[in-house]
């Protein structure tokens, strides 16, 4: 769920509730279009990566493995390429508006 998709996702739909201190409730969660990947497995040894290499060096790049998880996303919802740039795009906005 951590992926630009689905911060997107929750900023397009849940961002006017509240700007200090965001919660992520579980009626909220509902409403995300959640998918079950067959490729389970790929998901959680990338997620496993990056969790062990945060605790090691916790100002450590893992840009290139959030990369990789954003595009498995992608896949997953079968968003296109110009689908992409303008969520890329508009998650961008929406992160320097707040």
């Not at 040894?45 to 954003?70: G, H, M």
Request: glycine letters at 2%.
């Amino acid at each position: 769920m951590n992926s630009q998709l689905f911060q997107f996702c929750y900023h397009s739909k849940f961002k006017n509730e509240t700007d200090l201190f965001p919660k992520i409730r579980i009626a909220q969660v509902n409403h995300l279009p959640i998918r079950k990947a067959d490729n389970q497995k790929q998901f959680e040894e990338i997620v496993d990566e990056i969790i062990n290499i945060k605790r090691k060096d916790y100002d450590a790049d893992i840009s290139t493995l959030e990369k990789r998880l954003n595009k498995m996303v992608y896949e997953l919802y079968e968003i296109k390429d110009e689908e992409i740039m303008r969520i890329e795009n508009g998650l961008i906005s929406k992160l320097n508006n707040s």
